[in-house]
């Protein structure tokens, strides 16, 4: 699967996501689904995916989250659990608890509340 983000220019490959809730969407239900999510506007609920997650700058979302990898650049309330890769970037204001196999926090980023990172540690591992 080629990657949802684009690291060296920046932009996003909206091809690539099968949800789009755009800046001027505010909606409030759960979300759970196979397939990459890219959040610009408001959620209240849950998001959970077994691909990618983006949530834009300037998105605000209140949720418990799940996703095999993320990249989170607007506000969040609500715990996070990423399996894969985390990376929050230096707009990220996250107030909850993160869980992450590997992550990347840019200067300038808010995190209230605990990380924990899970080694690489499988589900049976863990267990």
Known sequence: MPYMFNKENN???YKEAETIIGPSIKVKGNFHGQGNIII???VEGSIKTSNFLLIG????VTATIEAK???IGGEIHGNIKVDGYLEISSTAKIFGDIEANKISIEKNAILNGTCR???GETAAEKK
């Open 117 to 119: 990172m899970s080694k």
């Open 11 to 13: 932009e996003i490959n």
């Open 40 to 42: 610009e506007g408001v």
């Open 57 to 60: 700058n300037k998105a605000k």
């Open 69 to 71: 990898e993320a990249k």
